[in-house]
């Protein structure tokens, strides 16, 4: 086994804070980076909110893990 699929196979993590800027039924878009919410699930929040997303990503599509509200966009 090489490092490369050693690394493909294993998710990253991690934690992106920012204004929501879109929100869509499957996906939601935070400081500009497109994030897929798992299947029923679902985001409450207005788009314009700044929220600290905690999410997985493996092969390059990252899937939301948890979702909070960090502050309000001035």
Do not use: Q
Request: charged share 25%; hydrophobic share 40%.
């Amino acid at each position: 086994m090489n490092s490369r699929s050693a690394t493909s196979a294993s998710p990253l993590r991690g934690i992106i804070i920012g204004p929501l800027g879109e929100l869509r039924p499957d996906r939601i878009v935070v400081a500009d980076r497109t994030l897929f919410l798992r299947d029923g699930e679902s985001c409450g929040y207005s788009v314009g909110v700044v929220l600290e997303v905690v999410y997985t990503e493996l092969n390059g599509r990252a899937s939301v893990e948890r979702i909070a509200l960090a502050g309000r966009a001035e």
